[in-house]
């Protein structure tokens, strides 16, 4: 068994004993990092909207759902444990996923559709399925730096599919592929 491949069995191994004894719950921090992707969501539109009323009080609100943010980002991304500007990092990462999610929802709406991440089809010309692609990626990327698999200066290179991890079927493993493995919000 080469390296990589070593590497990911013990990871899989790894996620499945701290599942087990309770240590790390997966399901709950995806649904927490959804949340805070609405908060980021959330933080934008109060500035807009104070911006463009002239009234304070959406400053104040903002402030409020920042720190609501802050608090709860704080669950996923440890400080201390953390090298680096990674708390910057992940919170821009979901911002970005969750804006892109949101841009690709309306081109679909307005008959530009993806199909499903499993069974799409090649054509360039959807826009829809570009832009939940790269939200995707950049959602898997916040897994990565979040369960410590990748370190700040492999972004590019992992982001860029250049360095996918091995897997048992000799098939390389993708960063989707690992989240699509280990974070499962409906898996209670």
Same mark, same amino acid.
């Given at each position: 068994?080469?390296?990589?491949?070593?590497?990911?069995?013990?990871? $899989?191994?790894?996620?499945?004993?701290?599942?087990?004894?309770?240590?790390?719950?997966?399901?709950?921090?995806?649904?927490?990092?959804?949340?805070?992707?609405?908060?980021?969501?959330?933080?934008?539109? %109060?500035? %807009?909207?104070?911006? /463009?009323?002239?009234?304070?009080?959406?400053?104040?609100?903002?402030?409020?759902?920042?720190?609501?943010? /802050?608090?709860?980002?704080?669950?996923?991304?440890?400080?201390?444990?953390?090298?680096?500007?990674?708390?910057?990092?992940?919170?821009?990462?979901?911002?970005?996923?969750?804006?892109?999610?949101?841009?690709?929802?309306? $081109?679909?709406? #307005?008959?530009?559709?993806?199909?499903?991440?499993?069974?799409?089809?090649?054509?360039?010309?959807?826009?829809?399925?570009?832009? %939940?692609?790269?939200?995707?990626?950049?959602?898997?990327?916040?897994?990565?730096?979040?369960?410590?698999?990748?370190?700040?200066?492999?972004?590019?290179?992992?982001?860029?599919? #250049? /360095?996918? %991890?091995?897997?048992?079927? #000799?098939?390389?493993?993708?960063?989707? #592929?690992?989240?699509?493995?280990?974070?499962?919000?409906?898996?209670?």
């Amino acid at each position: 068994m080469d390296i990589e491949r070593q590497k990911i069995k013990e990871l $899989l191994e790894k996620i499945e004993k701290l599942k087990k004894t309770g240590e790390i719950d997966l399901s709950t921090e995806e649904d927490l990092s959804i949340a805070i992707m609405n908060l980021l969501s959330l933080e934008e539109h %109060f500035y %807009f909207t104070g911006e /463009k009323t002239g009234k304070a009080d959406y400053f104040d609100l903002l402030n409020e759902v920042r720190s609501i943010r /802050k608090d709860l980002l704080g669950k996923l991304i440890d400080k201390k444990q953390h090298e680096g500007e990674t708390w910057c990092i992940s919170k821009h990462l979901l911002a970005a996923a969750m804006r892109l999610i949101e841009v690709g929802a309306k $081109l679909q709406s #307005d008959s530009k559709k993806a199909e499903p991440r499993s069974e799409r089809s090649s054509a360039a010309g959807d826009e829809a399925k570009k832009l %939940f692609d790269y939200a995707y990626k950049l959602y898997s990327l916040f897994w990565a730096l979040r369960l410590k698999l990748i370190d700040t200066a492999g972004v590019k290179e992992t982001a860029a599919g #250049d /360095k996918p %991890f091995g897997s048992a079927q #000799d098939k390389p493993w993708t960063l989707e #592929d690992i989240v699509d493995k280990l974070v499962d919000c409906c898996d209670e």
